[in-house]
């Protein structure tokens, strides 16, 4: 009588399997995750961004063109002029009638709204509008070029050369950079400015993008 032959892995071979799917996990997960992070970073930034440019169309619709506030409150910063108050009162007559959000905060110089989908931004009035969004909300970092990210609304005239780079009486990223090249190294001398690459990158993080996000 002929004996049934059963072919069966041996633990050895079992573990040695298991070892190798373990590196290939380790190895791979970390560069998903990233880039999973940024796609996501990179929607909400895009969100955000439209967000502004559709309330500034509504509003000026409404008859409060913002362009007629900041010219009306001149092209000195609240930090100089000693005010502590502006960007609340843009925000609450021009802006916060346009958006969904759940509750704001007034901050020394800056005026914080959180929005339902775990962002917030605060603003601020300096020379131009500033718009300081964190796509995390209030987890860390909390650093320019990974979680924050600048942008401004500058009346038609603003003298300054981010204005006249992006055009004005606009939404513009804080930067001056006129090409990608520019933007690029202005990000990674000062993250501040890494939102002009990513407006220039249609808001992806390129491979070449400086930080972690």
């Known amino acids: 009588m002929k004996r049934l032959q059963i072919n069966a892995f041996t633990l050895s071979e079992v573990l040695i399997t298991l070892v190798i799917i373990g590196i290939i996990a380790a190895i791979t997960i970390p560069s998903i995750m990233a880039n999973y992070r940024r796609i ?7 969100k955000f961004y439209s967000m502004l440019c559709n309330a500034s169309t509504r509003a000026k619709a409404d008859g409060k063109n913002w362009d007629y506030w900041a ?12 005010e502590t108050d502006g960007g609340k009162n843009f925000a609450q ?5 346009y958006l969904i959000y759940y509750k704001t905060e007034q901050s020394d110089l800056y005026y914080y709204v959180y ?20 796509i995390n ?14 942008f401004l609304y500058c009346p038609e005239d603003t003298p300054y050369s981010y204005a006249t780079v992006h055009g004005t009486s606009k ?3 804080f930067s001056g950079a006129k090409t990608r090249e520019d933007a690029l190294e202005e990000c990674k001398s000062n993250p501040s400015y890494c939102t002009g ?11 070449d993008y400086p930080y972690n996000i």
Not at 40 to 46: D, G, H, N, T
Not at 93 to 97: A, D, G, M, N, S
């Open 171 to 173: 939404v513009i990223p």
């Open 137 to 150: 909300g209030e987890k860390k970092p909390n650093q320019s070029g990974k979680d924050k990210f600048i």
């Open 40 to 46: 996501e970073a990179s929607s909400k930034i895009k």
């Open 197 to 207: 690459l990513l407006m220039i990158d249609q808001w992806e993080f390129k491979e």
């Open 93 to 97: 007559e021009y802006l916060l009638p």
């Open 71 to 82: 010219e009306s409150t001149g092209y000195i910063s609240d930090s100089i002029s000693g």
């Open 115 to 134: 929005l339902n989908d775990g962002t917030y931004f605060y603003v601020y009035k300096g020379a131009c509008i500033d718009f300081r969004f964190d």
